[in-house]
C-alpha cells in the first residue's frame, strides 16, 4: 500500500526535528508526549524508514532517511498551508491571482516596494508580471491578459480603457561624457541635435503607430527596452532621454551628463493605472493600484 501521511502526522515529524525531542514538540504543539511518540511511531511504519535514531542518544536524532525526507515534509506542510489560506482567500472574494502590466518607466524601486507590501498584505494571491513600453502595457489590458495596468501617457489612446492619473516623473535627456552633445556650448541649438544619432524607444504595437514621443534627430537607432537604450547611451552610441530615477546615479559619477537641448528640455511624463472599461478591479487588485500611487509619490522625497 502506498505511504498516505497526514498533515498532522508531518507537522509533528516537523516539530520534533525543529524543536530537537519528543517532549520539545508535544510542549509546542501542546500534546502528551505519549501521542507525539505514537504519531512518530505510525508515520515511521506508513513511509517504511526510520526517522530518528532512539537508541543511544539522549535525544532523538534525525537518520540519514529523515534529514532527506525534512524538506519534503516542509514543503507539503507549506503547500497545505498554501492551499488553505487561498481557499479562505477566494471565499471571501479575493482574486486567485492579480496579473499586472507594468511599464518600464515606473522606478524599479517603486515596483518592488509594491510587489513587497502586496505578498504581505495578500500571501495567498500570486502574481503575474508583465513589463513593456508604450503601447505593451495597453495591448495587454485590451486583451485581458492582465487585470490592470501601470502604463504612461501612451497608452491612453483606446476608448475601452479607464485610467487614473497615479503619478508623475520625469525624463532627461543625457549622453556619455565623450559624446559631441555633452561638450557642446549649452542650450544646443535644434539643428544641431538633429545631426546626432538618437537611440529612442519603438513600440512592438500597433497603438501608437506613426507616432514618434521626442524624437528629434534625423538618424535614430530604435530599441524596445529602457534597459537597452540606457546601454548604448552608456557606451557612447547615441543620446536620448531616460527617466530621471534611473541616471540619477550615472550623472552624479560622471558616467553619463545631462544635456541642455533646446528641442528636448527636461520633460514630465505621467503615470497611470488602466484598466477596460467592462472590467473593474477585484479587491486585491485595487489595493495594488493603491499602493502604486502611494509608492510613486512617496518615491524621491
Known sequence: MEANPTLDQLQVFL???????????????NRAQSVISYTITNLEAQ????????????????????SALLEDARRMVAGLHLLRARARSLGQGLEGQVAVAVDALVPMPVLTAVLKA??????????????GALGAVADLVLKRE??????????MGPADLVGRKIG??????????????????EPVPAPIVREHFQIVITDLTEHTSGQDFHVHAFNT???????????LILAGLGWGGLPAWLVEDDILNGRLIELSLEPYPRADYSLYAVRRSDAPYGPA?????????HELENFGQ
Open 15 to 29: 516539530a520534533v526535528a525543529e524543536e530537537g525531542g519528543f517532549s520539545a514538540a508535544s510542549r509546542k504543539l
Open 168 to 185: 508623475q516623473k520625469q525624463n532627461i535627456p543625457v549622453a556619455a561624457p565623450a559624446h559631441p552633445l555633452a561638450q557642446a556650448r
Open 47 to 66: 513511509l517504511d524508514v526510520r526517522l530518528f535514531e532512539r537508541t543511544g542518544t539522549r535525544q532523538p536524532r534525525l537518520t540519514d532517511a529523515g
Open 146 to 155: 492582465v487585470d490592470a495596468g501601470i502604463a504612461g501617457g501612451a497608452a
Open 118 to 131: 502586496f505578498r504581505s498584505e495578500f500571501p495567498a494571491v500570486s502574481v503575474r508580471l508583465y513589463t
Open 285 to 293: 487588485t485595487s489595493w495594488l493600484v493603491d499602493r502604486f500611487e
Open 221 to 231: 537607432w530604435r530599441v524596445t527596452d529602457v534597459a537597452t537604450k540606457h546601454a
